[in-house]
């Protein structure tokens, strides 16, 4: 079992950058998956970015590719969502999620089979 926390959320313009962290505490001797999702008000939950435990293999949605970057800190077992040229449309509460896995790549995230969950974290692009 694993507690994740996120930080870095906030208020920022079209075009800024916002850098979310998800710090991972608990069973971390395990392997997980690790993603991010996000969900606007009236929407549902959408993966945002995934990626293993070895860090070795990474996923991203369509609407984020070439924008955002994930990356996971063995040391600190803390993920990294870096968001870059952020859009109105990223405006939403943003979520790290783990899976028990030793999967060497992610073909597709699905949120419902992610047990655990953070408390979620706001972003918000004004354009």
């Known amino acids: 079992q694993v507690q994740l926390v996120e930080s870095g959320g906030g208020l920022v313009q079209a075009g800024d950058s916002l850098r979310l962290s998800c710090a991972v505490s608990?069973?971390?001797?395990?392997?997980?998956?690790m993603g991010w999702f996000r969900q606007a008000p009236g929407k549902e939950r959408e993966s945002v970015a995934g990626?293993?435990?070895?860090?070795?293999?990474?996923y991203y949605a369509d609407p984020v590719k070439g924008r955002f970057a994930i990356s996971r800190d063995s040391a600190k077992n803390t993920v990294y969502l870096q968001m870059n040229s952020l859009k109105p449309e990223d405006t939403a509460v943003y979520y790290c999620?783990?899976?028990?896995?030793?999967?060497?790549?992610?073909?597709?995230?699905?949120?419902?089979?992610?047990?655990?969950w953070g408390q979620g974290t706001q972003v918000t692009v004004s354009s």
């Open positions: 990626i293993t435990w070895s860090g070795r293999s990474t």
């Open positions: 608990g069973r971390t001797d395990s392997s997980y998956v």
């Open positions: 999620a783990a899976k028990l896995s030793w999967a060497l790549k992610i073909a597709i995230m699905q949120a419902g089979t992610y047990g655990y």
